[in-house]
Each structure stands twice: as C-alpha cells, then as structure tokens.
C-alpha cells in the first residue's frame, strides 16, 4: 500500500532525521500489522487553533491520518508520540475504537501508552544503528 509521510519544511530536519523518523514508521507499521492499509502520517511545526493538534499528537479516524508535533523535540520523543498515534489507528483498524474514548487513562489510552513504550525499545534493540533513535537534542 501507499503510505504518506509529510514532514512541515519549518521543522529543518535534516535528511538523517526524517530517514530514521520514516523507517521508525515503517517498523511501527509492520509491528503493529497496519503496514498492509493506507494512512498518513505529517510531522508538524504547529499546534493549537484550527490544527488536528492540541497537545503533542492526534489520530483522525476519518481520515486514517496521524498528526505529530514535532518542533524542538527530540526523534525518540517524536517517535513516540508516532508509536502512540499509530496504535490508535491499530485499535481502529480493529474495530477496538469504539465507545467512549478517555483523554486520560482507559483501555485505549492505556494500550497506546504501552505499545509506544514497547515498540520504541523493540526498535532501539532491533539493529545497531537504530540507537540513533536516542541522540540528544543539538543545542544552539
């Protein structure tokens, strides 16, 4: 399938940081066995009014799209939030989306905690160098 990743130009990521957030995606993909549907995933440089996202990431049923921010945050933190995100779209693709979905706590938001946590470690220990994933934010 055609799978989309956008990354916001007013992120400057360099090219090493959006192949490790697009290979990241593609592991998430196949670990949790929605690599076979279409979705999308955009990396953003904006949050708040009028944006899919209010706090550090969102999931559109509708639209099979994860929204990540992704401004002054490291690429593991910017990976989990992805890892989360997709989980949702796992639980969707499922038909485990239903009902009413806590902000905080619950089965879904539990789940999505977990299998973020999880998938970064399985990632990190993959391949030697996947630990790239864990580099610290560069200060000016």
Same mark, same amino acid.
């Given at each position: 399938?055609?799978?989309?990743?956008?990354?916001? #130009? %007013?992120?400057? =990521?360099?090219?090493? +940081?959006?192949?490790?957030?697009? $290979?990241?995606?593609?592991?998430? &993909?196949?670990?949790?066995?929605?690599?076979?549907?279409?979705?999308?995933?955009?990396?953003?440089?904006l949050?708040?009014e009028?944006?899919?996202?209010?706090?550090?990431?969102?999931?559109?049923?509708? #639209? %099979?799209?994860? =929204?990540?921010?992704? +401004?002054?945050?490291?690429?593991? $933190?910017?990976?989990?939030?992805? &890892?989360?995100?997709?989980?949702?779209?796992?639980?969707?693709?499922?038909?485990?989306?239903?009902?009413?979905?806590?902000?905080?706590?619950?089965f879904?938001?539990?789940?999505?905690?977990?299998?973020?946590?999880?998938?970064?470690?399985?990632?990190?220990?993959?391949?030697?160098?996947?630990?790239?994933?864990?580099?610290?934010?560069?200060?000016?």
């Amino acid at each position: 399938m055609a799978n989309k990743i956008y990354f916001s #130009k %007013k992120l400057n =990521y360099d090219d090493d +940081k959006c192949k490790t957030i697009c $290979d990241f995606i593609n592991f998430c &993909a196949e670990d949790l066995n929605v690599h076979e549907s279409e979705f999308e995933v955009y990396i953003e440089s904006l949050r708040g009014e009028n944006r899919p996202i209010v706090t550090t990431a969102a999931y559109s049923p509708a #639209k %099979k799209c994860c =929204y990540v921010f992704g +401004k002054d945050r490291a690429t593991v $933190d910017v990976c989990r939030s992805i &890892a989360h995100e997709m989980t949702h779209m796992m639980q969707d693709l499922n038909g485990k989306l239903v009902g009413v979905i806590q902000d905080v706590g619950g089965f879904h938001e539990d789940q999505a905690n977990a299998k973020a946590g999880e998938i970064i470690k399985k990632y990190a220990y993959s391949k030697d160098d996947r630990m790239k994933i864990y580099e610290s934010k560069k200060t000016v």
